[in-house]
């Protein structure tokens, strides 16, 4: 276990539906440990996938070497490579056998997941550990509670429309939508 003033949040509270644990994800913390201390990020957008039914989820073309880790207990870590350059930090979720995750998007700060994950310092060495009883990383609940918004996922368009559409977005109300905000 990471020691440390903050207390990870355990093996049930991943152990839910997507749809469920990606907007309870917004407001809790990342503690990340490093040889220079400890890193602190308030999470402030998250992104669900679900599924094999899910066009957007990689689990959505069956299990293969790449999604292997999808289909594993809540709360494994799936960090995967984007435009072959940057890390993504996504936490499994649901039953196992059930490739569900959520993707981190943003925190306080850091906006989009390239630039959170090479903040925390994230990359492939950790994919496929767990946030639970990891001494690097974890996730931790200060009791803070954010107003919640609801938004189109991003950089999914290869996904079916409704895949697309869907307000699978979760957002702290209070941080403006930077992707919309660009257009």
Known sequence: ??????????????RRDCLELAPDLVG?????????????????ETEAYRGEEDTACHASKGRTPRTELLYREAGTIYVYLCYGMH????????????????????????EGPARLTKYLRIDKAL??????????ICITDDGFRPEIER?????????????????????DKRTKDVLRAKK
């Open 151 to 171: 938004r189109r996922r991003v950089g999914i368009d290869y996904a079916e429309e409704k895949d697309r559409n869907a307000l699978w977005r979760f957002a």
């Open 1 to 14: 276990m990471m020691k440390s003033k903050y207390i990870p949040l355990g093996a049930e509270f991943f």
């Open 87 to 110: 890390w993504l930090f996504n936490i499994i979720s649901g039953e196992r056998e059930q490739p569900q995750g959520v993707l981190i998007r943003a925190c306080e700060n850091y």
């Open 28 to 44: 809790k913390l990342i503690v990340r440990k490093t040889g220079d201390g400890e890193l602190v990020l308030r999470i402030t």
């Open 127 to 136: 994919n496929g550990s767990s946030v639970i009883g990891n001494s690097e």
